[in-house]
């Protein structure tokens, strides 16, 4: 009888085991070396900006250029544009906000009143109730307007 230490050698027609999670193993080892090459990319760009910060700075003759009335080129106005608010309750979520896009607000976001339903996935099947901008009222085209829906049927 075999000592419990004694191996046997294969069948030829057999190929050794490998362990199950070797896949699992390189998996991880290349996800972290991709890391740590993103890491050192971010790094270095940063550290190539402070030795020349001048290079990511914008020149004076780079500034952007409008023509005003008289033909005489003006700055272009970095403010945002300021725009009338809509009165949007009532409304149709997905619509409500179409309208506020197509007036050129950028930054509108989705609340919601029901205690059921907290997060408005499909803006369709909801409908305004609140905005945080008044009707009326001046507004950055950049300001952030909250839309308080509901999704249950007004009377």
Same mark, same amino acid.
Not at 4 to 15: A, E, I, R
Not at 78 to 87: E, K, R
Not at 124 to 133: D, L, R, Y
């Given at each position: 009888?075999?000592?419990?230490?004694?191996?046997?050698?294969?069948?030829?027609?057999?190929?050794?085991?490998?362990?199950?999670?070797?896949?699992?193993?390189?998996?991880?080892?290349?996800?972290?070396?991709?890391?740590?090459?993103c890491?050192?990319?971010?790094?270095?760009?940063? $550290?190539?900006?402070?030795?020349n910060?001048?290079?990511?700075?914008? %020149? &004076?003759?780079? #500034? !952007?250029?409008? /023509?005003? +009335?008289?033909?005489?080129?003006?700055?272009?106005?970095?403010s945002?544009?300021?725009?009338?608010?809509p009165?949007?309750?009532?409304?149709?979520?997905?619509?409500?906000?179409?309208?506020?896009?197509?007036l050129?607000?950028?930054?509108?976001?989705?609340?919601?009143?029901?205690?059921?339903?907290?997060?408005? $996935?499909?803006?369709?099947?909801?409908?305004?109730?609140?905005?945080? %901008? &008044?009707?009326? #009222? !001046?507004?950055? /085209?950049? +300001?952030?307007?909250?839309?308080?829906?509901?999704?249950?049927?007004?009377?």
């Amino acid at each position: 009888m075999a000592s419990p230490t004694q191996s046997f050698p294969l069948p030829p027609h057999q190929k050794p085991k490998r362990p199950a999670n070797t896949g699992l193993i390189a998996g991880l080892i290349a996800g972290g070396l991709a890391l740590v090459i993103c890491a050192a990319c971010a790094v270095a760009g940063l $550290i190539s900006n402070k030795q020349n910060p001048q290079a990511a700075a914008p %020149t &004076p003759a780079a #500034t !952007q250029f409008t /023509a005003n +009335a008289g033909g005489n080129p003006a700055p272009a106005s970095p403010s945002p544009s300021v725009l009338a608010m809509p009165d949007v309750v009532g409304k149709n979520a997905a619509v409500a906000m179409d309208e506020l896009e197509r007036l050129g607000f950028t930054k509108i976001q989705y609340g919601s009143q029901d205690l059921e339903d907290t997060v408005v $996935i499909i803006a369709a099947n909801w409908t305004v109730t609140k905005q945080s %901008t &008044p009707p009326g #009222t !001046q507004a950055p /085209a950049d +300001a952030l307007i909250v839309l308080t829906c509901t999704k249950k049927k007004q009377p």
